[in-house]
C-alpha cells in the first residue's frame, strides 16, 4: 500500500526557535497513528503542518500525491480532504450544529442544501447527537461540542483526519462520549493521526505510536512494541509517569 | 448632648421620623418658595449658608431618616434607593433640587409660555419659545429650496423607502433579501433620478436648490451605504499578508482620520476640481457624499478591524481546515461574528456621521441645521436661534435614538447566548 502522508527532512522554526527537527514519517492509508509526548514537543505543531495551518520552512511534506509548500495552489482543495478536530472545538457559535456541519459542504463542495443537511444529519447521527442539530454550540455540553465538531469534520468525507488534543479541555466523565466515536470510526477504517495522553485509546486503535520529544521523533513503533519495550530511555521515563 | 443619642435606630423610630421628615419639609418648602414666589425663608442667613441651607436641612433629615429594616416599606424603599449613605443622600437631595428649580421653567418656555399660533415675528408676545418660526419655514426645514411645485418628488421618495422597510417586516423571509437587494442597489438610483429630475419630463432641479431635513437623509443615507463595504474592505486590508494591499490600507485610514471633516469637505468643493481634466464636471453634491464616505469609511475600518482581532484564532484555523478560501472563510465565518461583536461601534460611527452631516454648509449646501442658521438671519426672523436650534436637536435627537434603539434591537435579535 502506498503512503497517503510522507513527510522528510522536514524543519520549522518559530522565528529562531526549532520546533520541528528532521521529521521524517510515512502514514499508509487507512492506518492510525498517534502522537504523545510533553507539552511544547512540537505534536499539534507537526499535525497542523499537514494540512499548513503552520508553514514548514525546510523539507517536503506530501498529502495524498500533492506536495504541500507556498507554491501550493489547490491548498483549499487538500485541506477539504483533511479533517481536523482541534482542542478548543472551535465550533462558529454563530450558527446552529446543523449549520456548523453543512455550511463547508454547501460551499466548499457546492453541495446542493437539502443534500448538504441529509450529510449533516447523517454525520450527526453517526456521533450520537441528531437531536442538537437545531441549537447553538453555547447549549451543548464540552463532549457534544467536540463531537459536533467530529461531525463537521466528516461531512466534508475527509481521506485523513487529524486530531489535536480532541480531549484535553474535557471534563473526565466526557472524555469517553468522544473517544467512542473516535474509537468507532477508527473501526471504520478512517486514516488517523491522534495527538493525546490518552494511552487507552492508543493501546485500542493505534497501528503505530509516535513520540516526540523537543522537536524530534524519539521513537516509532508498533503499538505493542512501544508500550512492552520502550527502547529510549526518555520515552520509558515518559511511559512511566503517564501509565 | 450624647452623641448616642443622636443616633437613629429602631427604637425611637417615631421620633427621629417626624424630626427628619420635619427637616425635609422646611428644606423643601425653602426650595420652592425660593424658586416659585422668590421668597427666601432663609434670607436673614449668611449668603452662603442661605443658598445651602435647603440642603443641609435635607441631608441632616435624610440622616435622620436612614434606619435600616425599620419594618416601615415606603422608608426602607426610600432608603434602599435614594438614602443608602451620606453621599448618595446629598446626591439624591441635589438631583431632586436641580429638577424642582430647572424643569418648570423649562416646561413654560416650551410648552406653557410659547406661540404657537401666528404667521409673524410680531404674533410671538409671551415670554416663552416661539414655535410660530419654526411653523412658518417647516417647509424650508424639510425639503430647502426645492420648488414647491415638485416637493411631491422627495415624498413619493420615502414613502418608498418607508414602505420597502416596512414589508421587510410584513413580507415573508423568503423575499426579505430581494428587498434589502431593491434598497440598496435599485432604489438609490431611482430616488436620485426622481429627485434631480431630468428624466421622464421631470423638471431638472439642480443639487444646489436642495436642502433641509430631507438632504440631511440624502446624504446620510448614500454615505451610510458606502462607508460600510468601504472600512470593511480596509479593515480586511490592513490585517492582509500582502505589504501593497496592507500599507495602502494603513496610509488610506490613517490620512482620513487624521484630517478634520470640515476640512476634507472644503478641499472637495475648492481643491478636488482642480486635479479634474478640463471639461468633465461632478455635481458638488456627490463629491460631498463622497467625502464624508471615505472619511466615515476610516473610522468604520478601525471598528471592523477592532472586531476581527476580538475573534480566537481557532476560527480561522477551523474555517481554513474545512477547505474555505480567504474570501468563503471571511464572508461566511469571521465577517458575521466580528460584525456582531462591534455593532455597538457600527452605531456610533453612523450616528456620528448622521451629526456630521451639518458641517456640508461649508460648501454651501444646507440641511436642516443650515437651514435654520439660514432662517434665524432673515431680517423678519432675527433673535430665533434657540427656538431653531432646539428644532434642530430634537430632530437629531429623534433620528439617533431611533437608529441606536435598532442597533439594540439588532444584538438582542442576533445573540446566539440564549
Known sequence: MSNIIELKNVNKWFDKFQVLKEINLEVKAKEKIVVCGPSGSGKSTLIRCINRLEEHQEGSIIVDGNEISENTKNIESIRAEVGMVFQQFNLFPHLSVLDNCSLAPIWVKKLPKKQAEELAMENLKRVQIEDQAIKFPNQLSGGQQQRAAIARALCMEPKIMLFDEPTSALDPE??????DVMVDLAKGGMTMIVVTHEMGFAKEVADNMIFMDEGRIVEKAKTNDFFENPKSDRTKLFLSQIL | MNLILLKPSKENLQSYL???????????FDIISNTFFDFNITGYLPSLISYFSPLLLGALGLYFIRIEYSGNKTLDIINKNLNSNNFNAILSLIVI????????????????????????KEDCTGDGACWIFVKVWFNRFMYGMYPDAEQWRINLSFLVLLASIGSIFIFPLKFKNYIILFLLFIFPVIALNLISGGIFGLKWIETGAWGGLSLTFIVSAFALIFCFPIGVFLALGRRSDLPAIKYSSIGFIELWRGVPLITVLFMSAVMFPMFLPDGTYMDKLMRVIIAITLFEAAYMAEVVRGGLQALPRGQYDAAKSLGMGYWRMHLLIILPQALKLVIPGIANTFLALVKDTP???????????????LAKTNPKWLGMAAEGYVFAAFVFWVICFAMSRYSQNLEEKLSTER
Do not use: C, H, Q
Not at chain 1, 466526557?174 to 473517544?179: D, T, Y
Not at chain 2, 424630626?19 to 423643601?28: K, N
Not at chain 2, 429638577?99 to 409673524?120: E, Q
Not at chain 2, 458641517?359 to 442658521?373: N, S
Open chain 1, 174 to 179: 466526557m472524555i469517553k462520549e468522544v473517544l
Open chain 2, 18 to 28: 417626624v424630626l427628619g421628615i420635619g427637616l425635609l419639609i422646611i428644606g423643601f
Open chain 2, 359 to 373: 458641517l456640508i454648509f461649508v460648501v454651501g449646501l444646507l440641511e436642516l441645521a443650515g437651514m435654520i442658521g
Open chain 2, 97 to 120: 433640587f436641580i429638577l424642582i428649580k430647572y424643569v418648570p421653567s423649562l416646561l413654560n418656555w416650551t410648552f406653557f409660555d410659547a406661540n404657537f399660533i401666528g404667521n409673524t
